[in-house]
């Protein structure tokens, strides 16, 4: 097992270092980052990343919200989480304690892929009504023999000590880590983001972390509840996704009660970083369509 990341070293390359802190919540430690004043706006990346995914899209955002983007539990420099902690819910439960810790409520929550899921489960938890963004939601079970199959590798790859590690040598070079990235997203990316992707591919405690949270995400159960939802929801979803099919977020836009879904051409799964600027304009739009416009 590589060591962990530390801030000091593998951070120096984080974008947006200034806006950065530490939080800890009884044995964790939050890596979080915050800008601006105003309503809040909470973005949670998905799995695999960590907030620097967001690099783009928080500086204009900050202009008018107050903007949180937390590393997930066993992501990136958020440290303490125990691998059980990974389920859906109690992932939902930990961002909580965060929140509570922070002494916030969120006026919008943004999710990106897994992100997405999580935003849904924690307004549903938490009981929030607020309005929801999901870009390239991972809403949808794998379909068929897959759901059962795909869950128990995962888990068959997480507790086997040296799947996570051959992984990351794998990517050790830069070229590798773009070349699996590009690969796996249809997204091309600039440097500073692949540089970020890279350190975390190279790391395999991150890498476990990555593969506990796809052993333990419990799509089904969730996909339950998307009636219950409320929630002005806003999906985002690019066409040429080749993780998360657009046909997912058609399906979960006819079963979420006030949902709608605007499409992307020419972008893969990480569009909200091939173009950060259009996706922080279509969140502020959605934001100040439900009154959560702001003021700074």
Known sequence: MSRPLEWERDGLIWPHREASEFVSVGRTRWHV??????????????????????RGVMPPLAKKHSVIAPDLPRHAFTTGHPPEV?????????????????????????????GAALALQLALDRGLGVPVVG????????????????????????????????????VARAEDAERFLTRATQSRIDAEGMACYAALLRNSR?????????????????????????????????ERDNAVPVSAAREATEVLPNARLEELPALGHLAHEEDPKNAARMIAAFAELHGVGGQR
């Open 33 to 54: 980052q915050r800008m601006g004043k105003g309503p809040v706006i909470l973005l949670l990346h998905g799995t695999g990343a960590s907030c620097h995914s967001w």
């Open 135 to 170: 870009l390239n939601a991972a809403l949808r079970p794998f379909p068929g023999l897959a759901a059962q199959l795909f869950p128990a590798f995962a888990k068959l790859l997480f507790v086997n000590p040296l799947v996570p590690r051959l992984f990351s040598k794998s």
């Open 206 to 238: 991150h890498t476990k972390g990555a593969l506990s949270m796809m052993a333990n995400w419990d799509l089904p159960a969730l996909q339950s509840r998307l009636p219950q939802v409320n929630n002005p929801v806003l999906l985002v979803h690019s």
């Open 86 to 114: 990974m389920a859906l819910p109690s992932m939902a439960r930990a961002l909580s304690s965060l929140l509570s810790e922070l002494d916030v409520e969120p006026d919008l929550i943004v999710g990106h892929s897994a």
